[in-house]
């Protein structure tokens, strides 16, 4: 059973554009959502991350937006960029008991299209 | 810092023969992670280690894969014998003490077993 849903699979969005992904989960112990940006050939990084206290994150031109009653959260980017062109994986944790299992989505295919 | 090294980056094997994955976790990480990654089944926790000592092996899929870490500057995922199936990138990940939310990956080995 997959503990987070992600989606789009992929997406395609041109240079200047906002991409959205969007993710659900269904475990309120849940405690902390990272997204992870992996480029090919390389393992998935830590791009930005937030708790379930606040609504929203901003880092740069990437934002986490934080639904806590419908238990849905998602990555927005703005501006985005031929660069930002990578999969991207949400993820949900207990961390707050030292839980050890990270869970993440299926990941989005994103292409920043010139 | 050098971040987490894996070795080899490529392992072409037959059937059959045993295969050697090695990890270099980052120096003062005390939880050490390994996934495979997957078309089929995206991100998958193999097993999870704290402190040099398995925690969690609930994702290791058959008695053919076997993990170690005699020290807490090194770990090796085994797999004897190698089938086809076991075809995949697998990824060794860090994170600091008490913070298994915030992982650094390595950049995996591509295993592909004929």
């Known amino acids: 059973q997959q503990q987070v849903k992600q989606s789009p699979q992929s997406l395609i969005v041109q240079k200047g554009g906002i991409s959205i992904i969007n993710c659900a989960y269904e475990n309120t112990a849940f405690d902390y959502f990272p997204w992870y940006q992996q480029f090919p050939g390389k393992g998935p990084a830590l791009l930005i991350a937030i708790r379930p206290d606040v609504s929203e994150k901003k880092e740069g031109r990437f934002t986490i937006s934080f639904n806590k009653s419908a238990k849905q959260f998602s990555l927005h980017i703005m501006d985005s960029q031929p660069g930002d062109s990578a999969t991207y994986f949400c993820?949900?944790?207990?961390?707050?008991?030292?839980?050890?299992?990270?869970?993440f989505g299926t990941g989005t295919r994103l292409t920043v299209i010139p | 810092d050098a971040g987490v090294i894996q070795s080899p980056r490529h392992e072409v094997t037959e059937m059959g023969q045993e295969v050697t994955l090695r990890c270099k976790p980052i120096?003062?990480?005390?939880?050490l992670f390994w996934y495979r990654q997957t078309m089929m089944r995206g991100l998958e926790l193999l097993i999870y280690f704290n402190n040099n000592v398995p925690i969690d092996d609930s994702g290791m899929p058959e008695d053919r894969f076997s993990a170690k870490m005699p020290n807490a500057s090194f770990s090796t995922l085994k797999i004897q014998p190698s089938e086809p199936r076991d075809s995949a990138v697998y990824f060794c990940?860090?994170?600091?003490?008490?913070?298994?939310?915030?992982?650094?990956f390595g950049s995996g080995t591509q295993l592909s077993v004929l």
């Open positions: 993820a949900a944790i207990t961390a707050s008991t030292g839980a050890n299992n990270l869970f």
């Open positions: 990940a860090s994170s600091p003490r008490g913070r298994n939310e915030k992982l650094f």
């Open positions: 120096s003062g990480h005390n939880s």
